[in-house]
């Protein structure tokens, strides 16, 4: 098979591991993957991920991948409150959660990092879909809201939450007070709970 024949079979899921391809393709020698990639052909993402090169043109493909090259995992934090517009800053690394260990992968994509949670903190986030029909998983505004100060206990004080620089005008038309209220009783952690309130005072929500 040479590598046009592969980019037409697998160019439209993205992203892929050695192993699908040789379940796919029996026979297939896995020194054309690390040939392609060495002639700029492929991306590797991660040991033994790899993705096209026209990808890095595709915006918004690194979301997709970081559920991909590492599972169980949703886009969150810092990330997530960037994608609905709550903080100003731009994002320069793709920031998930996950239930499997702390981690992270930088590439010529981009730099993916994950948090890891217990399974029961694992939830809060939908489906979202990019041009083309890949989905991905994405937290709610409110779980990145609720992610953020679990796993980044230092934000403890108004001055803290004001640092943050939260769109004031989403906080107050589009937060929805009650799914985090919800959250934090599943999650039922007093300390959270108690950034939490600090959090709404600094916004006079």
């Given at each position: 098979?040479n590598?046009?024949?592969?980019?037409?079979?697998?160019f439209?899921?993205?992203?892929?591991?050695?192993?699908?391809v040789?379940?796919?393709?029996?026979?297939?020698?896995?020194?054309?993957?690390?040939?392609?990639?060495?002639?700029?052909?492929?991306i590797?993402l991660?040991?033994d991920?790899?993705?096209f090169?026209?990808?890095?043109?595709?915006?918004?493909a690194s979301?997709?991948f970081a559920?991909?090259?590492?599972?169980?995992?949703?886009?969150?934090?810092?990330?997530a409150?960037?994608?609905?517009?709550?903080?100003?800053?731009a994002?320069?690394?793709?920031?998930s959660i996950?239930?499997s260990?702390?981690?992270?992968?930088?590439?010529d994509?981009?730099c993916?990092?994950?948090?890891?949670?217990?399974p029961?903190?694992?939830?809060?986030?939908?489906?979202?879909?990019?041009?083309?029909?890949?989905?991905?998983?994405?937290?709610?505004?409110e779980?990145?809201?609720?992610?953020?100060?679990?796993?980044?206990?230092?934000?403890?004080?108004q001055?803290d939450?004001?640092?943050?620089?939260?769109?004031?005008?989403?906080?107050?038309?589009e937060?929805?007070?009650?799914?985090?209220h919800?959250?934090?009783?599943?999650i039922n952690?007093?300390?959270?709970?108690?950034?939490?309130?600090?959090?709404?005072?600094?916004?006079?929500?």
């Amino acid at each position: 098979m040479n590598f046009t024949e592969f980019h037409n079979s697998w160019f439209e899921i993205g992203c892929f591991s050695i192993y699908q391809v040789r379940a796919t393709i029996p026979g297939f020698d896995k020194n054309n993957i690390i040939r392609w990639a060495k002639k700029g052909y492929l991306i590797r993402l991660r040991q033994d991920w790899y993705t096209f090169s026209e990808y890095r043109q595709i915006p918004n493909a690194s979301l997709y991948f970081a559920g991909k090259i590492y599972s169980p995992s949703y886009i969150s934090l810092h990330t997530a409150l960037n994608f609905y517009g709550l903080i100003p800053e731009a994002v320069t690394s793709v920031n998930s959660i996950t239930t499997s260990r702390r981690t992270r992968y930088i590439n010529d994509i981009g730099c993916f990092t994950y948090q890891s949670v217990k399974p029961e903190l694992f939830f809060g986030y939908t489906p979202k879909t990019l041009p083309g029909g890949k989905t991905y998983m994405m937290a709610t505004a409110e779980k990145a809201l609720v992610d953020l100060l679990y796993l980044y206990p230092e934000y403890k004080t108004q001055e803290d939450m004001l640092e943050l620089r939260l769109d004031y005008d989403y906080m107050h038309k589009e937060l929805n007070l009650d799914l985090i209220h919800s959250y934090l009783n599943i999650i039922n952690c007093k300390a959270l709970t108690r950034r939490i309130n600090i959090l709404f005072k600094a916004y006079n929500l």
